[in-house]
């Protein structure tokens, strides 16, 4: 028959005091994490009695979070990375036991965004959505809300009075930035048109972006032709043909920012009809497409989001969010700085 392995067994066998074993076993007054975890595992190894109460009480000290993530699959290579980003985040987290469940809408639809939140709510504590701002989804956040699970708006804001906060980068700012590095390649008074793609008319962030960008055109380029906004719907196909039914209208047509997905069809458009060269494009999101481009000429600036941050911040802001912390005055929302890749740059 084994010898029970007592108290002052595990002390010596750990290289501790008793009076820490005491201390780890009754939480009596603190102890070091890394301590705490060194002791459970020799407990573990000698079969020590008391083994799941150790670790009862070093996993119940530990504060925990889920976080839901709301994502969209119309552009699969970014919305991967930003899970993994997120995940990676959660990785990383010391301070908290911290769990991120991911769910894609079926598509950018309000119907299809209401499900996902539906589906992550029985779930998480918090949740981070990239959506379409719209009075339904307003309301669920709404309903989100009031159910104790704060709402953090991603990339583009939304339901503004009721989300917890908007974090991203700043789309004004992002829209202005485009427009000034589009007309920077075109001399003063040589004329050209400059083509704008969006994702829809319910993406704030994209409204944003389009706002910037022809504030900044009309003030101080009015010698450029703005076309009028062509809606993609975030897809590379619908872009695509709309791209090369715009050269082939407008002749003198010189730049094209495309505002969020569908960067990928503007690029073909502009490779297969010889264009680079006398057609700039500038598009978000540093990808393989966008970096071959760049090296082949045909896009001259890439405004990436910086995801790594996001997912940090985020994961700070959920915390605060579910602990009943108040969004802080101009905390409402959080804007990170974007970052400009030039072709040089890769």
Same mark, same amino acid.
């Given at each position: 028959?084994?010898?029970?392995?007592?108290?002052?067994?595990?002390?010596?066998?750990?290289?501790?005091?008793?009076?820490?074993?005491?201390?780890?076993?009754?939480?009596?007054?603190?102890?070091?994490?890394?301590?705490?975890?060194?002791?459970?595992?020799?407990?573990?190894?000698?079969?020590?009695?008391? +083994?799941?109460?150790?670790?009862?009480? @070093?996993?119940?000290?530990?504060?925990?979070?889920?976080?839901?993530?709301? %994502? @969209?699959?119309?552009?699969?290579?970014?919305?991967?990375?930003?899970?993994?980003?997120?995940?990676?985040?959660? %990785? +990383?987290?010391?301070? @908290?036991?911290?769990?991120?469940?991911?769910?894609?809408?079926?598509?950018?639809?309000?119907?299809?965004?209401?499900?996902?939140?539906?589906?992550?709510?029985?779930?998480?504590?918090?949740?981070?959505?990239?959506?379409?701002?719209?009075?339904?989804?307003?309301?669920?956040?709404?309903?989100?809300?009031?159910?104790?699970?704060?709402?953090?708006?991603?990339?583009?804001?939304?339901?503004?009075?009721?989300?917890?906060?908007?974090?991203?980068?700043?789309? @004004?700012?992002?829209?202005?930035?485009?427009?000034?590095?589009?007309?920077?390649?075109?001399?003063?008074?040589?004329?050209?048109?400059?083509?704008?793609?969006?994702?829809?008319?319910?993406?704030?962030?994209?409204?944003?972006?389009?706002?910037?960008?022809?504030?900044?055109?009309?003030?101080?380029?009015?010698?450029?032709?703005?076309?009028?906004?062509?809606?993609?719907?975030?897809?590379?196909?619908?872009?695509?043909?709309?791209?090369?039914?715009?050269?082939?209208?407008?002749?003198?047509?010189?730049?094209?920012?495309?505002?969020?997905?569908?960067?990928?069809?503007?690029?073909?458009?502009?490779?297969?009809?010889?264009?680079?060269?006398?057609?700039?494009?500038?598009?978000?999101?540093?990808?393989?497409?966008?970096?071959?481009?760049?090296?082949?000429?045909?896009?001259?600036?890439?405004?990436?989001?910086?995801?790594?941050?996001?997912?940090?911040?985020?994961?700070?802001?959920?915390?605060?969010? #579910?602990?009943?912390?108040?969004?802080?005055?101009?905390? +409402?929302? #959080?804007?990170?700085?974007?970052?400009?890749?030039?072709?040089?740059?890769?």
């Amino acid at each position: 028959m084994h010898k029970r392995v007592t108290i002052t067994d595990l002390a010596q066998a750990a290289g501790v005091s008793t009076a820490t074993i005491d201390r780890v076993l009754n939480g009596r007054s603190a102890v070091r994490r890394a301590t705490a975890v060194h002791v459970l595992e020799i407990a573990r190894e000698m079969g020590f009695h008391a +083994a799941p109460l150790l670790e009862k009480r @070093l996993i119940g000290a530990q504060e925990s979070l889920t976080i839901g993530l709301v %994502l @969209l699959p119309t552009e699969p290579d970014f919305y991967r990375q930003f899970q993994a980003e997120a995940e990676a985040a959660a %990785l +990383a987290e010391t301070g @908290l036991r911290l769990r991120i469940v991911t769910e894609y809408a079926a598509n950018s639809s309000p119907a299809a965004t209401i499900a996902a939140l539906e589906r992550l709510a029985p779930k998480v504590q918090a949740i981070g959505l990239v959506a379409v701002d719209h009075p339904r989804v307003t309301e669920a956040v709404a309903d989100l809300r009031a159910a104790g699970i704060p709402v953090i708006a991603l990339l583009s804001d939304l339901a503004q009075g009721v989300r917890h906060a908007y974090l991203g980068v700043n789309n @004004l700012k992002v829209g202005r930035v485009a427009a000034a590095m589009l007309a920077r390649g075109v001399p003063k008074g040589a004329g050209g048109a400059l083509a704008l793609f969006v994702g829809g008319q319910l993406w704030h962030g994209h409204e944003l972006r389009e706002t910037g960008f022809r504030s900044y055109i009309r003030r101080e380029r009015p010698d450029l032709v703005l076309l009028d906004t062509q809606v993609n719907l975030d897809t590379d196909d619908l872009t695509y043909e709309a791209a090369i039914a715009l050269m082939a209208r407008h002749k003198s047509l010189c730049g094209i920012y495309c505002c969020g997905g569908g960067r990928n069809g503007v690029i073909r458009a502009v490779r297969e009809e010889r264009r680079h060269g006398e057609i700039d494009v500038i598009a978000n999101e540093l990808t393989e497409t966008t970096r071959r481009a760049m090296a082949e000429g045909i896009v001259s600036l890439v405004i990436d989001t910086p995801l790594r941050e996001i997912c940090t911040t985020l994961v700070t802001l959920a915390r605060q969010a #579910v602990k009943g912390e108040a969004a802080a005055e101009g905390q +409402a929302q #959080v804007f990170l700085p974007m970052r400009l890749i030039l072709p040089e740059s890769i």
